[in-house]
């Protein structure tokens, strides 16, 4: 009986949901522990409460800009396709709500090297904006330096931007056959 009662913990919270986190009481209040768990890099803590934050929002434009916090915690946690899900969820659902300088600020710093780092998800930005934004919208989040920050990081292929029509890819032309291959006998 005793071994089983430290995992007594584990259970309820995983029934309430509670991951042991702080729930907080407005959405001001998440987004102030969101921000002090990203300066500890207590990822997980600040995903969660930018998450609450999403809830509490008292309007739309709010809870999407929480959403995009909460997908740069989500980086720092290791969980980059849950960062892309849910960045894709909200321009789904919820794209009228996206502000050009909100997403360009989390495409910019998804470009910075270290923990918080994903060319995937900056990218997706940057396809999200071609859709959502019209171009002085589109203007107002300075693509070009998002793709250029993008390209500079080497770490994805560049075919997506490519299509978006900010890197031109230096490709080799294929090497002619010869006329006459050589035999063995040569």
Not at 99 to 127: F, I, N, V, Y
Request: glycine share 6%; charged share 25%; net charge negative.
């Amino acid at each position: 009986m005793s071994r089983w009662l430290y995992l007594l913990p584990l259970v309820l919270s995983a029934c309430t949901g509670q991951a042991g986190f702080d729930r907080h009481p407005s959405a001001d209040a998440a987004v102030q522990a969101g921000q002090v768990a990203l300066q500890a890099e207590d990822f997980e803590r600040a995903a969660d409460a930018f998450a609450q934050a999403r809830m509490l929002a008292p309007d739309p434009v709010r809870a999407a800009q929480f959403a995009l916090d909460q997908c740069h915690a989500l980086i720092g946690c290791d969980a980059e396709g849950d960062a892309l899900a849910l960045l894709i969820d909200l321009a789904d659902q919820d794209g009228a709500w996206l502000r050009p300088e909100s997403l360009g600020d989390l495409a910019l710093a998804c470009t910075q090297r270290g923990k918080l780092c994903s060319s995937r998800l900056a990218e997706l930005c940057l396809q999200i904006a071609h859709e959502v934004f019209d171009e002085p919208e589109l203007a107002r989040m300075d693509p070009e330096s998002i793709a250029f920050a993008i390209a500079d990081l080497g770490t994805i292929d560049l075919l997506g931007l490519e299509k978006l029509g900010y890197v031109v890819r230096d490709r080799n032309q294929p090497v002619s056959k010869p006329s006459a291959l050589p035999t063995m006998k040569q």
